[in-house]
């Protein structure tokens, strides 16, 4: 058996003893790896962006769909999210409830009138669920806590009395670009904050901002309001009790409020808007009954672990005669798995054809080097020996091919960053990197190239032990 070091010795200077060879075999691999690493980087990344805007591990419970011979649907109320939070495996229970009577919102932005119809197309939901979105950054989160709560909740302390200025206005309040003055109780309210969806800023730079010559909202908010004018340029009416077209409640009543939208939510409600889910409970009770106010219209559970969301949703059908909306998190988690899976296969093709290269290039160095090999074999070289030598310097190959692929691929990663930051238009969630490089992409890829380039060479070292030494020396 040959001595380990000498072994390592002659591996090191036969694999770069020829450099045409060397490149001719390093080459695929480098490409191979390169594109193995950034393919499972860039979805590693993209994975991570979707699961904030649609969380896998997150349903919303709604109720069956309504037939012809069914004149009631279950419903959802506190006696549900009490059952659904008695399961193991879930982690978190917060119900949604929708606006259920008619309600428009106007109010103008930049010199222009705007009218939104808000009965069914408002909801409301904890607080907590839109603090604690894991896409804010740590000041965006203070933000969002300190102005996304319900400041007319039981406790809370309301501002002083006031004389409601006149129409268009400005408030007399102490905190102008919070409070107004609220005409039923001529008392300071906070305004009622509200949060909107992507979808609805993407639909009003898309559709209304290009027509109507208003500002377009880019992705930070904050800073967009704060170029606006603060708070208060975001302020707008809500008319209780009212649509847009001149329906009401049928008792008559309605009465005035003013909101605030206070920032961009992948939490909030996707055409239309979300409030704290106390506003809705009392308004809901006020203008069509106290049962609306304790009925939901969804509810939003957090379970621990992805993996048992079929057996959750049986048991909602079997149980509770309940079921999931469509989710469109497991959707893109589905997508996501067979773009993933698709772009590993094509670099593993890639990789294979860089072993058949290594392959070729072995089988046409054995040839050439049958009298070298021939000559250790005649000085007492084993057939083991001869095949560990070639395969040790088609493994050494594999581990360069991959460190440089690596290499390779952070670079092109960086190029392409570059180019998105640079040129291509902002958007919500739009990450400052495509890539996320993990520990096991990297050892992953280099283990592939030394994995693969093994294999390419183990047939020519196959053929290089068997050769017959005097064979080998007398061969022209």
């Not at 992705?219 to 704060?226: G, L, Q, R, S, T």
């Not at 409970?281 to 992805?306: C, H, M």
């Not at 996501?336 to 072993?355: D, G, P």
Request: glycine share 8%; aromatic share 8%.
């Amino acid at each position: 058996m040959m001595p380990l070091p000498n072994l390592v010795r002659m591996v090191a200077s036969n694999t770069m003893r020829s450099r045409r060879h060397f490149a001719l075999s390093v080459f695929g691999i480098v490409i191979g790896i390169a594109t193995f690493v950034l393919f499972l980087a860039s979805t590693e990344q993209v994975a991570a962006v979707l699961e904030k805007i649609f969380p896998v591990e997150e349903v919303e419970v709604i109720p069956p769909k309504v037939t012809l011979v069914q004149n009631d649907t279950k419903r959802l109320d506190d006696s549900t999210v009490s059952q659904i939070k008695e399961r193991s495996e879930v982690s978190r229970v917060l119900p949604r409830m929708s606006l259920a009577f008619p309600a428009f919102g106007s109010g103008s932005f930049n010199g222009s009138q705007l009218s939104l119809e808000v009965g069914g197309a408002a909801d409301g939901i904890d607080p907590t669920y839109v603090v604690d979105d894991p896409s804010l950054d740590p000041e965006q989160h203070k933000y969002m806590a300190d102005l996304f709560r319900d400041w007319e909740a039981p406790g809370v302390a309301k501002g002083g009395s006031c004389v409601p200025p006149p129409p268009d206005g400005a408030s007399t309040c102490p905190h102008p670009d919070r409070y107004y003055c609220d005409r039923s109780d001529n008392t300071c309210h906070h305004r009622v904050p509200v949060v909107i969806s992507p979808t609805m800023l993407e639909l009003y730079n898309t559709e209304y901002a290009k027509s109507h010559g208003t500002p377009m909202i880019g992705e930070d908010f904050a800073k967009f309001m704060i170029k606006q004018g603060g708070l208060s340029a975001m302020r707008f009416s809500l008319l209780l009790g009212q649509s847009v077209f001149g329906q009401t409640v049928a008792s008559g009543r309605h009465r005035e409020v003013e909101g605030v939208v206070i920032g961009i939510s992948a939490k909030a409600k996707r055409i239309g808007m979300t409030i704290p889910l106390g506003y809705i409970e009392r308004w809901n009770t006020e203008f069509v009954n106290p049962d609306a106010g304790k009925a939901y219209s969804s509810i939003v559970v957090t379970l621990n672990d992805q993996r048992r969301i079929p057996a959750f949703a049986q048991w909602l059908q079997d149980k509770e005669d309940l079921r999931l909306d469509d989710s469109l998190g497991q959707k893109f988690a589905t997508v996501i798995f067979i773009i993933r899976l698709v772009l590993v296969i094509i670099s593993l093709v890639i990789i294979v054809i860089s072993a058949i290269n290594i392959a070729h290039n072995f089988f046409m160095q054995v040839t050439e080097r049958r009298r070298e090999l021939g000559l250790l074999r005649a000085v007492g070289a084993s057939q083991t020996d001869v095949s560990a030598l070639v395969i040790c310097e088609a493994a050494l190959i594999g581990i360069i091919g991959g460190i440089l692929g690596c290499l390779l691929g952070f670079l092109m990663s960086l190029g392409l960053d570059y180019l998105s930051n640079h040129y291509a238009s902002g958007f919500p969630y739009k990450p400052s990197t495509w890539f996320h490089f993990r520990w096991w992409i990297i050892g992953g890829g280099l283990l592939c190239a030394a994995g693969f380039a093994v294999i390419g060479g183990y047939l020519p070292a196959r053929k290089a032990a068997r050769m017959e030494p005097a064979q080998a020396l007398t061969q022209n």
